[in-house]
């Protein structure tokens, strides 16, 4: 009997602290946002296995985030398209279902050409999207303007912006949209200088006269704001050549909007300068061409993310894979772990 009384009282006992432990842990991970209720949960890139070049991204008012890319058509995989401007949506930046085309058809200002690089923002309470017209050496290509009240959409295409041959600026594509103390900026260019000019208002036309920020050996423009300084994010090398693609993402920082940038080592970016952010794969498996990043999100765990394309050196027909990867901060400079793209499980962000 008293065995008996002294197992059960045991038992009683262990239940007891386990309830305790429970409860405790479930208060502290309310307690504290920058906790993951679940450290476990890791994923491993691509993010998504389907064509998806040039991923941008933007955070909805509904808790998701959207992300949009260079026309897509996956009929191939069997998984839907041709879209112009396909959409995907994501609650933690790991796992994305299809939305839809950001646009029914495509605009008409211009004779020729693809729709390439979209980039979205939600500014003054609507989405905007902002896309390249061009065509694989167009002598005149253009950046376009639409508008939705949801970043899933309808978008309402505006039109043009600007052609290349009108604002000056050969292969004027890979637009970017930033708002420095409330002022509106369009970045653009392409292996021919990268510049930025002052919207309007409504964020519809260009006013002012173009300023250059980088030199020629960029494209696919990236500003990120963090402390006190700018950082300017760009890709180099070739995007689009499978893989052969030499892409890279370079980046340099600046005290101001405008400039000057500069690497690491202090040479401008206008010269060319830069520092690498990543690069390729060492080895047979990975990924080959990373870059034309999408904007960086920070999680509730204070952590940095970029959203990136790459292809897969194991299938290289796939099309730019979406990739994803941590950036950490050291000495106020952008760092990847490896400087490539992580190839085994990773934590994921922290929703």
Same mark, same amino acid.
């Given at each position: 009997m008293q065995h008996s009384l002294f197992t059960k009282s045991l038992f009683l006992l262990a239940a007891f602290i386990f309830c305790f432990l429970i409860n405790s842990e479930v208060v502290w991970a309310q307690a504290g946002t920058a906790?993951? &209720?679940?450290?476990?949960?890791?994923?491993?890139?691509?993010?998504? %296995?389907?064509?998806?070049?040039?991923?941008?991204?933007?955070?909805?008012?509904?808790?998701?985030y959207y992300a949009? &890319? /260079?026309?897509?058509?996956?009929?191939?995989?069997?998984?839907?398209?041709?879209?112009?401007?396909?959409?995907?949506?994501?609650?933690?930046?790991? %796992?994305?279902?299809?939305?839809?085309?950001a646009l029914a058809q495509k605009p008409d200002w211009k004779e020729?050409?693809?729709?390439?690089?979209?980039?979205?923002?939600?500014y003054k309470g609507k989405y905007y999207l902002y896309y390249s017209f061009?065509?694989?050496?167009?002598?005149?290509p253009g950046i376009g303007v639409a508008v939705a009240d949801k970043p899933e959409g309808p978008f309402t295409d505006h039109g043009k912006l600007f052609l290349s041959k009108e604002v000056g600026v050969d292969n004027s594509i890979d637009a970017f949209f930033f708002e420095d103390k409330g002022t509106p900026y369009l970045i653009w260019g392409s292996f021919h200088g990268i510049y930025g000019i002052q919207l309007s208002g409504d964020g519809t036309q260009i006013k002012g006269e173009k300023f250059q920020m980088?030199?020629?050996?960029?494209?696919?423009?990236l500003i990120y704001k963090k402390g006190k300084?700018?950082?300017?994010?760009? &890709?180099?090398? /070739?995007?689009?050549?499978?893989?052969?693609?030499?892409?890279?993402?370079?980046?340099g920082r600046a005290k101001k909007f405008k400039g000057p940038y500069l690497d690491? %080592?202090?040479?401008?970016?206008?010269?060319?300068?830069?520092?690498?952010?990543?690069?390729? %794969?060492?080895?047979?498996?990975?990924?080959?061409?990373?870059?034309h990043n999408g904007d960086i999100i920070q999680d509730k765990a204070g952590q940095t993310w970029m959203l990136?394309?790459?292809?897969?050196?194991?299938?290289?027909?796939?099309?730019?894979?979406?990739?994803?990867?941590?950036?950490?901060?050291?000495?106020k400079w952008p760092v990847m772990e490896t400087g490539q793209p992580t190839i085994t499980p990773q934590a994921a962000p922290v929703f």
């Open positions: 906790i993951n &209720s679940n450290p476990k949960v890791t994923y491993q890139n691509p993010v998504f %296995n389907h064509d998806f070049p040039d991923p941008n991204l933007v955070q909805g008012t509904d808790g998701y949009y &890319s /260079t026309q897509a058509d996956w009929r191939k995989d069997n998984f839907g398209g041709p879209y112009v401007i396909p959409i995907l949506r994501s609650k933690d930046l790991v %796992n994305w279902e299809v939305v839809g085309p020729q050409g693809g729709i390439w690089a979209p980039d979205a923002v939600y061009s065509t694989w050496g167009d002598p005149n980088a030199g020629t050996d960029y494209e696919g423009s300084f700018y950082y300017y994010l760009g &890709s180099t090398g /070739t995007c689009c050549e499978g893989e052969k693609s030499t892409y890279e993402v370079k980046v690491k %080592n202090g040479k401008p970016l206008l010269e060319n300068g830069g520092t690498r952010l990543l690069q390729k %794969n060492v080895g047979t498996s990975g990924f080959v061409g990373p870059g990136y394309h790459g292809f897969r050196k194991d299938s290289p027909k796939t099309g730019r894979v979406m990739l994803l990867d941590k950036i950490k901060w050291q000495r």
